[in-house]
């Protein structure tokens, strides 16, 4: 993708993207920041805060629960929305490069919940791509291949530190090992991607 071409793609599909945020991310958010979805709901409803929310985005403020978790959100928003502005898709170095040294940290540790709820945006956010691109409504054939490569890249970025070196012969089940640093989590991120990936068909 060219610079030109990525321009292209934010022009026409702007108003998809933002649509696309809350639908996609609202649900995964409270999932990382509420034990249950009867303690956000009774947040949501109280009379402090209810007459408050005005917007899609007001939500997505509580989905996140903390000002600091917040506002990393929003930082980390604006940061990949201005690169994709400017013609550049992300690429995994760029993306730690944005981080101190010592902001991140690995995890060998089951993760179920981070796990899932990552995978949860990285199915819906392909589909809604591919339905906003108005292709093919299933993930079949080569466009399979770009739903494993989101998943490799977005599950270093929860679990490492650092990209992980992997060689180019290495194959699929080796590298899903290497970026979810156990089987658990493997098996985590293969089970919701497929009821993920059957709830958007």
Do not use: W
């Amino acid at each position: 993708m060219t610079p030109q071409a990525v321009k292209k793609v934010m022009l026409e599909h702007y108003e998809d993207i933002s649509k696309n945020f809350f639908d996609i991310l609202f649900n995964p958010l409270a999932i990382l920041h509420y034990d249950t979805a009867e303690e956000l709901v009774g947040i949501l409803r109280s009379p402090d805060i209810a007459p408050n929310i005005k917007t899609p985005m007001d939500l997505i403020r509580y989905a996140c629960r903390t000002d600091e978790a917040h506002e990393d959100m929003v930082t980390e928003y604006r940061r990949n929305f201005s690169s994709l502005l400017a013609g550049k898709v992300m690429s995994i170095n760029d993306f730690y490069e944005g981080f101190p040294e010592g902001y991140l940290e690995d995890s060998t540790c089951h993760s179920e919940r981070e796990v899932r709820a990552l995978t949860q945006v990285v199915v819906k956010a392909f589909f809604a791509g591919r339905k906003a691109a108005k292709g093919e409504s299933s993930a079949t054939g080569s466009n399979q291949v770009y739903l494993f490569r989101l998943l490799l890249d977005c599950m270093q970025t929860l679990l490492s530190s650092a990209p992980i070196e992997m060689d180019d012969d290495i194959d699929l089940n080796a590298a899903f090992i290497a970026v979810c640093r156990n089987e658990h989590n493997m098996t985590t991120m293969l089970n919701t991607m497929q009821s993920a990936s059957m709830d958007c068909v």
